[in-house]
């Protein structure tokens, strides 16, 4: 079962870069950053209920706990990297705290990054990994910068509604039902989510 808050992803404490065809994830959302380098095609990135394409030299960004997903409208090439917020102490707090200004990245702002993810993506040591992934993030900031994170209480709903279904699978689950959970009407409900 695909999980919503990816709790596996978060224990682990070294950075992962790995070529995908045809990306396709429901929501879902982790501490670590997410990077994904989009080489050919085209890739659609839902982030925090807003959906934006993707395309060949761009880089779509997750934040820290941004809840996000594809699709791939055809076919992407992609390059995927999740980077534990433990693998970059001196960045720690402030991806934290912050999420970077922009979600997709333009390709002639993004060429030196994608170098880097390409370089990380046939890797030889764990080290050299960490070390191209922290350089990718530096470069970010440097290139998109970092802004406050905007508490919403729309995005913060659908965290727990996500991490509610994922403890609840099991259970027979109606909108009516889980609406009430949360204290909504069923419509209302429907529509934030």
């Known amino acids: 079962m695909q999980q919503f808050y990816e709790l596996a992803r978060d224990q682990r404490m070294e950075a992962q870069v790995w070529h995908a065809v045809d990306n396709q994830s429901i929501a879902h959302f982790h501490s670590a950053v997410e990077l994904i380098l ?22 779509i960004v997750n934040s ?12 992407a090439q992609t390059i995927v990297a ?37 370089l990380a993506a046939n890797p030889v040591h764990q080290n050299y990994i960490n070390g191209l992934n922290l350089a990718v993030l530096a470069l970010l900031m ?27 699978f ?14 909504y009407s069923a419509g209302r409900f429907s529509h934030i989510f």
């Open 82 to 118: 999740t980077i534990p917020l433990a693998t970059v102490p001196s960045l720690q707090t402030s991806l934290s705290q912050k999420r970077f200004a922009a979600d997709i990245v333009r390709a002639e702002d993004a060429a030196e990054c994608a170098r880097l993810l390409q």
């Open 64 to 75: 820290s706990y941004t809840i996000h997903g594809y699709t791939t409208p055809a076919h």
């Open 142 to 168: 440097e290139k998109v910068g970092l802004k406050d994170k905007v508490p919403s209480a729309e995005s913060d709903l659908v965290r727990e509604l996500l991490m509610y279904l994922q403890n609840h």
């Open 38 to 59: 989009v080489e050919e095609g085209s890739l659609v990135a839902m982030q925090e209920g807003r959906s934006r394409v993707a395309c060949a030299g761009e880089i």
């Open 170 to 183: 099991s259970e027979e689950l109606t909108v009516a039902g889980t609406a009430a959970q949360f204290g």
